[in-house]
């Protein structure tokens, strides 16, 4: 049973940037697809953008400028880096597995970690 | 990017009702659809994919329909465990879009 868990610091400056990690244990970063998709204080979700396990990724335009996601194999993670946040992404942040090899839907989900900007 | 809008945002239903989720896209996406059932708290759960397909273990109270723009998720016979609230995604293009989201509550 794959199982995700995100880990990173839950307060970041404004400015700074925000820097997340996601564990796969029970299972391989192979043939998957891997994302990062945010949960605002007010609900909506949006998808921040994937990395495959060949390493190929693509962004969500909207932080494309300031979004970069990355694999290690070694350590079966991958991880995120959104630079020059601002009190906007503010929210909790989710990795998720693509359903079945795919990037049709996502179906396992970590537990998410809220992160909070703030001067 | 291809916006997702679903209706009603919110809505109250009783145990044993019948309920239908509606979700319209911005532009056709065929049926690469997929509907997800988040409770407080918790993580988003994969529910439907290709519009319609159940993911195992999902209760066959669900069912899902739709092509094109106009999709829905049913729930035939409401039971306690369904509250939450219910979201819809489209993978047809990139970047990938959710709508708003569904309460249904008691």
């Known amino acids: 049973q794959v199982q995700l868990r995100e880990s990173g610091p839950g307060l970041v400056k404004t400015s700074e940037t925000l820097s997340l990690t996601c564990n796969v244990s029970?299972?391989?970063?192979?043939?998957?697809?891997w994302s990062w998709i945010r949960q605002s204080p007010g609900g909506g979700l949006e998808w921040l953008g994937y990395?495959?396990?060949?390493?190929?990724?693509n962004y969500n335009p909207s932080f494309e400028s300031r979004l970069t996601i990355s694999l290690d194999t070694s350590k079966n993670q991958f991880s995120l880096k959104l630079s020059s946040v601002t009190a906007a992404d503010t929210a909790l942040y989710y990795c998720?597995?693509?359903?079945?090899?795919?990037?049709?839907?996502?179906?396992?989900w970590g537990q998410g970690t809220t992160v909070t900007v703030s001067s | 990017a291809i916006r997702m809008t679903q209706s009603p945002s919110s809505f109250s239903a009783s145990i044993g009702d019948r309920v239908t989720i509606t979700c319209r896209a911005s532009?056709?996406?065929?049926?690469?659809l997929a509907w997800y059932q988040q409770k407080p708290g918790k993580s988003p759960k994969l529910l439907v994919t290709?519009?319609?397909t159940l993911q195992s273990g999902v209760p066959s109270r669900f069912s899902g329909s739709g092509s094109g723009t106009d999709f829905s998720l049913t729930i035939s016979c409401l039971q306690s465990d369904d509250f939450a609230t219910y979201y819809c995604?489209?993978?047809?293009?990139?970047?990938?879009?959710f709508g708003q989201g569904t309460r249904v509550e008691i």
């Open positions: 998720a597995r693509g359903f079945s090899r795919l990037d049709y839907g996502m179906d396992v």
């Open positions: 029970g299972g391989s970063l192979s043939s998957h697809y």
């Open positions: 990395i495959y396990y060949s390493g190929s990724t």
């Open positions: 532009q056709g996406i065929s049926s690469y």
């Open positions: 290709a519009a319609s």
């Open positions: 995604q489209q993978y047809y293009d990139y970047p990938r879009t």
